[in-house]
């Protein structure tokens, strides 16, 4: 556990140091009325500590404006800390049905039988897999009944950790189960102030609270 948490640690600060580079002279203060051409996003905060401190340093030193938390994810309390401590960086929360890493896994945060693996963590993946039988969220045919259930449980949470909380987006494109769990992410997001990122989940981008830090 360890050394993957070094590992991590390693490639986010890694990556953290590349935006930092990239701003250097790069970044422009906000002016109203102007065209956004470029939003850099933090993506996976909650997953590791390393994910969490990479993500903030890219905000106060580099380019970085807006970061994603999966709220189910083990380091989320700290994430949700660093983002309060940090009210400039837009914040959103990143839903997910599945807990992809070997090593680190979360559990939903409800009592969904159909979206949990045998051992109770989320699945692997959402699509099935070669050579993988048994690892998707789409072999377990989860309920839209347990799917709802669990991402309004996540977007609550999220609420209560991140005051600012301003957008939702979904964890490896989870929306593609089918028609009927895309429709429903569309409806939680018209039931809940939490609006649906379209920076990188739905192609164009909505309404994102940025400001210079």
């Known amino acids: 556990m360890q050394k993957l948490r070094n590992i991590l640690l390693t490639s986010c600060v890694a990556m953290a140091g590349i935006l930092v580079s990239a701003g250097r002279g790069a970044a ?59 009210p400039g960086l837009d914040a959103g929360v990143h839903l997910t049905l599945t807990s992809e890493w070997e090593g680190v896994k979360w559990r939903p945060l409800t009592l969904v039988p ?3 693996d045998p051992f109770g963590y989320l699945f692997r993946a959402v699509q099935p897999r070669q050579g993988q039988p048994g690892i ?25 950790m991140i005051p600012h909380l301003s957008y939702m987006s979904t964890h490896m494109t989870f929306r593609d189960l089918s028609p009927e769990v895309a429709a429903l992410v569309q409806k939680l997001s018209k039931d809940t102030p939490v609006q649906i990122s379209r920076l990188s989940n739905f192609g164009t981008l909505r309404t994102l609270n940025i400001t210079q830090p």
Do not use: C
């Open 28 to 86: 422009q203060p906000a002016t109203g009325g102007g065209e956004i051409r470029l939003i850099a996003q933090g993506d996976d905060m909650g997953v590791a500590h390393g994910f969490n401190v990479a993500t903030i340093r890219a905000y106060k030193e580099g380019i970085l404006r807006t970061a994603n938390v999966i709220i189910t994810a083990g380091w989320a309390p700290e994430a949700a800390r660093f983002l309060k401590e940090n």
């Open 114 to 116: 159909s979206l949990s």
């Open 136 to 160: 998707s969220v789409k072999e377990a045919n989860p309920s839209l009944t347990d799917v709802e259930k669990e991402l309004r449980a996540q977007i609550e949470l999220a609420k209560k």
